[in-house]
Nanobody
Framework: QVQLVESGGGLVQAGGSLRLSCKVS???????????MGWYRQAPGKQRELVAS???????DYADSVKGRFTIFRDNAKTTVYLQMNSLKREDTAVYYC????????WGQGTQVTVSS
């Protein structure tokens, strides 16, 4: 059974950076490498939204709100997907989750990102 563990969140000032990690267990690197993986976020009172995804070909997609500031990348050998977040804004404050878009596994606990002004 696939398990997702997110980490790397924290409190950061606007304009700062954070790198999130999502370790995927219960799968091999070979199987992980064929997953499309994504980072989602959920702000208080809002629905969870997909902000970035990466395909097996390393093609990436981003929500307009994070394009040019966030970068998603993966290490298949470590079955880990990352989200580099630069130029953070207050509106990026949310709990961040990773999962497989369109084939979601059980959600992890997420990691809190708080951006202060």
């Amino acid at each position: 059974q696939v398990q997702l563990v997110e980490s790397g969140g924290g409190l950061v000032q606007a304009g700062g950076s954070l790198r999130l990690s999502c370790k995927v267990s219960g799968t091999s690197g070979t199987i992980f490498s064929i997953y499309r993986m994504g980072w989602y976020r959920q702000a208080p009172g809002k629905q969870r939204e997909l902000v970035a995804s990466i395909y097996t070909s390393s093609r990436t997609d981003y929500a307009d709100s994070v394009k040019g500031r966030f970068t998603i990348f993966r290490d298949n050998a470590k079955t880990t997907v990352y989200l580099q977040m630069n130029s953070l804004k207050r509106e990026d404050t949310a709990v961040y989750y990773c999962n497989r878009p369109g084939d979601e596994a059980s959600w992890g606990q997420g990691t809190q990102v708080t951006v202060s002004s």
